[in-house]
């Protein structure tokens, strides 16, 4: 198998010269999952590894069960999404920190690629996916996930590789933990929740609910289709959360989805899976005035519509990481 460093899931980008490869052939266990660090291809640049995962039968199986391809790709929300993706044991997410001979290398790129024996579901088989495991001589009674990792030298290239240290870090997920409705005025509302993994207690105090509206300069995020009018009604929610939490391990989502721009002239569609990031300041009532009522407050913003929306539904989500970090060291 060659590989080229700036390989991708798509062949036909290939350049340069093939790297030279070093067979590493070190398994591991990672919390119950098996895998082994294959091989390294070394290039002036960097260097590539692959990483070959076995994934269990039972958890393949009765994943393509659940998810069939007909619920696959109909119409999904944001937590059923979630759902999926947590359940899907081809998209588990992570990155790989390494040094080489001490010195740290900065992590370019990953991607990966899944193989399964299942006929039923064979369309969806890479070409990719063939070519790892025939290299790497995989069962092809398993189902194996490929995993290649792109590194550049940061600081001078290394010529001879003696040792290498790996990190494998899990990515947070995110997990639904409750939901709850809020209307234009609630003021003082408690809701107590728990964490979906811990089982830790929290309490979210709602501190404000006004009407919000996009800036009328909106307009930017569709600079060549001037005919298009974008919704720009929405709720704003100003809360706060006891024990506090850390942003990035929390966030509070609205369960709909923001109704779909329009041509001029058009009648009003209907929410859709469209979704617009809110960026800049909002017109209308100044959340600022809500910070007296609770401190250390946040806010979040519901989908957009054409209409004002009275009452929203919202989620309460917690991204989790699923495993603890795995050291591995290999000597050459």
């Known amino acids: 198998m060659e590989v080229y460093f700036d390989d991708s899931i798509s062949r036909n980008r290939r350049s340069g010269q093939p790297g030279k490869e070093i067979k590493l052939n070190k398994d591991f266990v990672w919390e119950g999952q098996k895998g082994s660090a294959a091989s390294l291809y070394v290039f002036p640049e960097g260097m590539v590894m692959d990483i070959c995962l076995s994934i269990p039968r039972d958890d393949a199986e009765q994943y393509f069960k659940k998810w069939n391809f007909e619920r696959r790709t109909s119409y999904l929300t944001n937590e059923e999404m979630d759902e999926l993706e947590r359940e899907n044991p081809f998209l588990e997410r992570f990155k790989v920190k390494c ?76 997990y639904t933990a409750d939901h709850f409705i809020t209307k234009v005025g609630d003021a003082g ?13 929290y309490r979210l105090e709602i501190c404000g609910c006004e009407f919000g509206k996009l800036p009328e300069n909106s307009g930017h995020m569709f600079p060549d289709r001037e005919e298009m009018i974008l919704p720009d009604n929405m709720q704003m929610l100003t809360y706060r959360v006891s024990p506090e939490i850390a942003g990035r391990d929390f966030y509070i989502q609205d369960t709909s989805q923001s109704d779909a721009p329009k041509k001029c002239g058009e009648e009003i569609i209907s929410a859709s899976a469209m979704s617009v990031s809110v960026i800049g300041g909002m017109e209308g009532p100044a959340m600022a005035s809500q910070a007296g009522r609770c401190k250390e407050t946040s806010t979040v913003y519901s989908s957009l519509h ?27």
């Not at 189902?143 to 030298?153: A, E, G, I, Q, S």
């Not at 054409?306 to 050459?332: C, M, P, T, Y």
Request: glycine share 6%; proline share 3%.
């Open 99 to 174: 040094k080489v001979n001490g010195s740290s290398l900065k992590l370019k790129n990953m991607y990966a690629v899944g193989w399964h024996p299942f006929s039923d579901e064979r369309g969806g088989i890479d070409q990719e996916a063939e070519l790892f495991m025939n290299h790497y001589g995989c069962d092809r009674d398993g189902v194996w996930k490929f995993v290649r990792c792109f590194y550049l030298w940061e600081a001078e290239r290394q010529t001879e590789i003696h040792t290498l240290d790996l990190i494998f870090q899990s990515e947070p997920m995110p």
């Open 189 to 201: 509302k408690k809701i107590s929740f728990t964490h979906p993994v811990t089982h830790e207690k």
């Open 306 to 332: 054409f209409k004002k929306v009275e009452e929203i539904q919202w989620r309460i989500v917690f991204n989790v990481k699923g495993k603890k970090d795995l050291h591995l060291s290999i000597a050459l």
